[in-house]
């Protein structure tokens, strides 16, 4: 039986959009494709608001992480690092060969803007990373707080990743002055795995012009000029995902992003509610991401014991991220779930702890 | 109307492989994609014969030509250019910022092991890179021959790029001592593009791990140690792919590798002896692929018209690649095409020229 999955990506995704990819190949050197591509990538521009640079690779979206770095920073970086994937972000800066910063705070607590602003006070950096939205602690960081900082800093590239808000969690990226913003498409877009997409800034594009050993696969100076040239992509696509993104973005459209910002707000507070009552929230009160929801295990249950349960009635949720394994647990309400499938899941783990 | 790929990638995908990828999704964490992705690397060992670490990416199979790159070589590496995508691995190992140095001959011919033999005497590398299969010329280089030069020189790695050729064309991997043979999902697999498959040596994996800013999406030590630990992927993987791939390997193990090869070898055969008999050939004698043959344009036809036509009939072919245009053109006989589709098409061809 397949489980109806509630947890922080792979994201559940649609039959109609996994029967999308069946569909037969087309040359990726091709007139249809080029339509395809360029197409994907007007649908998104259109939807995220932005008239940035918009590349789709196929990666997960770890890679951008990577990219970021190898585009954006000669040599200083300063990293935020709150949870799993803002840490990774830092490893992999220092896998680089880059200096790399942090500002630290503990799992669960938000990075807060006059944190960024003390570190940029102190010392000259490139470039600043952030997790918009930490899929291991369930945190929202104050992205618009900390952009503002950010405004006082001209010459540091703003790089975040929105991997699993972007398209549930209203993000201005141009507004913003977000340089790079990167997402992946098994999150809040309810695709499968496979797809990573960059959104980069005029900036971060002439930033990159002066860094050396960018490499090929995601350089994006390179991704820009054969997009510019071409309408493709200079590695061969994941075509059949592309089929099932370009027909995700038609629906997304037709639901209005207003509507489904408003959907996850939704889902997110009823999950919250729950949580507050039966639980206790990890993620610091007024910093809840509305994607995904972490509780603190208070009741002491098995969280394993529980998914067990929740698979034979055909759902899943996620335990607590590596250290928190059994101490917390993460339902994640994203992408095209609705609020009447929250609460049959909610239902269902009230009927099996018996609250 | 659909038309069936003769290309050299995407190659044509029988319909059963395309509907498995719209199973529904699992979560990677999982014992379920455990078993899957372990299952897919002992299958690919057992096919390809091979005991060496094999790792599946989510990308085009020109990432792993960058990280054999970044995991193999901190100096000085030694490119063979015979065509587009061997010189592109040369132009990739410069963005990467190494000493990149060249041994070149003219498109449509192969490199000879004496000039290996040659270079290496003369200068100190870490790395040799070879495209075994020129998909832009038709040339299968004489890598048996190369690998016995090879041997003379155990401190520089073998880094092969057998993207168009791995399932398709006999590859010995450990007996010719490849260090690195990359691959991808969309050529002689006859799998959706989006996975690229890199085998390493333990030597490579020896000598990466001497060399710094190797990253994190493509390091070789961190795939194999994760790997090692978990049996998944550090990063989400296309799971949708992945199912399309496992479903693959077993018809393929059904058919049986010296039968596949045998099929190609057939299928070569048919094309190439048409090629002679109504252009010319325009790989040097003897050197023949057995997955993608290149015919010069003899007869001066319009490469573009013909493809229109043949369009209309279901089929597609390539023109020449890049700078060979309307100069050659290649058809692709490769995956799971069989012999009858090949004759099918070459009679379509002989009747739009009238020949």
Known sequence: MH?????????EVRQDILDAQATPLIGHRTKAFTELYTGIIDKLKELLETNNFITVLTASGTIFMEGAIRNCVNNDVLCCVNGAFSDRWFKIAQKCDR??????????????PE??????KSKKYEAL???????????????????????????????????SSLMGDKINIEELGIDICLASSQKAF???????????????????KTVKGRGHYCDFVGLKDY???KGQTPSTPAITLMYAMDKQLDKIKA???GNRFKRHAE???????????????????????????????????????????????????????????????????????????????????????GI
């Not at 999955?5 to 994201?11: K, N």
């Not at 200096?99 to 807060?112: E, H, M, Y």
């Not at 618009?144 to 790089?159: C, G, Q, R, T």
């Not at 994203?334 to 899941?345: C, N, V």
């Open 3 to 11: 489980k109806k999955l509630f947890i922080p990506g792979p994201t």
């Open 99 to 112: 200096n790399s910063d942090v500002i630290t705070v503990d799992w669960g607590k938000a990075i807060k």
């Open 115 to 120: 944190m960024v602003d003390e570190k940029l």
């Open 129 to 163: 990373t952030l997790v918009q939205n930490e899929t291991s602690t369930g945190v929202r960081n104050p992205i618009e707080d900390i952009a503002k900082v950010m405004k006082n800093y001209p010459d540091v590239l703003f790089l975040v990743d929105t991997v």
């Open 190 to 208: 309810a695709l499968p795995p496979g797809l990573a997409l960059c959104i980069v800034s005029d900036k971060a594009l002439e930033k990159a």
């Open 227 to 229: 997009f510019d040239k």
């Open 255 to 257: 639901e209005g992003m």
């Open 267 to 353: 889902m997110a507070k009823y999950v919250q509610d729950w949580g507050k009552k039966y639980f206790s929230m990890f993620s610091e009160p007024g910093y809840e991401s509305v994607t995904v929801s972490c509780m603190n295990n208070t009741r002491k249950i098995s969280v394993a014991d529980l998914n067990t349960e929740l698979g034979k009635r055909g759902y899943a949720i996620s335990n607590g991220y590596g250290k928190l394994k059994e101490l917390a647990f993460r339902i994640a309400h994203m992408g095209d779930l609705t609020l009447d499938e929250i609460k049959e899941l909610i239902n269902n783990i009230n009927e099996i702890l």
